[in-house]
């Protein structure tokens, strides 16, 4: 099909290179797959039915015994690839165990999208207690205190005892006017 725009515009933009298409589109998609020339509707590779559909992409195995991810190369089994991956070493049931919260009687796994670090200290809960009231949290620095700080206790002098201090109370305010 032959490219080219409007008369007065005859660089501007391409026909969709889709059969029941060849719409004239100003914005058109070149595919990284077959390099043909496609409109908004068919850009996508599923939408014209692309024969490089997979040049680009990554396929990846699941290991069942440690959870690990396997890149399968073109034209591999899956069971040759566990196979490979198993006699290597690298496998280790070990390695299955996942994330959980921290937080007492909480059991949410913790992965990529649903967990949080806390800026206090540092620690990897789920979205529920992210915020430092809903877990124990305690500053980085204190975790390896061996002595608790605590904050200096007050001795009523310093807000409690109104008598004592020279601040005249409300009372005193309203009867000397």
Do not use: W
């Not at 496609?38 to 440690?66: D, G």
């Not at 396997?70 to 591999?76: C, D, L, Q, R, S």
Request: hydrophobic share 25%; with cysteine.
């Amino acid at each position: 099909m032959g490219r080219g725009g409007t008369e007065a515009f005859p660089d501007l933009g391409a026909h969709c290179d889709h059969e029941d298409c060849k719409q004239l589109d100003f914005l058109p998609f070149t595919c990284d797959g077959c390099q043909r020339v496609f409109c908004l509707e068919h850009r996508t590779y599923k939408a014209h039915s692309c024969p490089k559909a997979e040049h680009n992409s990554r396929i990846v195995v699941v290991c069942q015994v440690c959870s690990m991810s396997i890149e399968k190369k073109a034209g591999e089994e899956d069971s040759t690839i566990l196979e490979r991956h198993e006699r290597s070493g690298d496998c280790d049931a070990r390695k299955k165990h996942k994330p959980r919260c921290p937080v007492r009687r909480c059991k949410e796994l913790l992965t990529f999208s649903n967990n949080s670090t806390c800026k206090t200290c540092n620690q990897k809960v789920c979205l529920k207690h992210r915020f430092p009231s809903d877990h124990a949290c305690k500053p980085a620095y204190m975790k390896d205190a061996k002595v608790p700080v605590r904050l200096p206790a007050r001795n009523g002098t310093d807000c409690g005892d109104r008598k004592s201090s020279s601040v005249p109370s409300h009372q005193n305010l309203l009867t000397s006017h």
